[in-house]
């Protein structure tokens, strides 16, 4: 086995696994997926209110 594809998996180990073992990702997602889905609420929110409500 070469050498950088070792080193090349133990980097994408150490960004997706904490240090303790526990996967990050699955914590993470939802919460990216949660702020994903308020933005998208509140900027159609806003759009839908600027154009009904014409102040």
Partial sequence: MKVGATSRRFAINRYFFAPNGRPVVPLVAPMLSA?????????????????????
Wanted: charged letters at 10%.
């Fill in 35 to 55: 702020g994903a889905a308020t933005a998208l609420g509140l900027s159609f929110l806003g759009f839908f209110a600027s154009r009904v409500l014409r102040f």
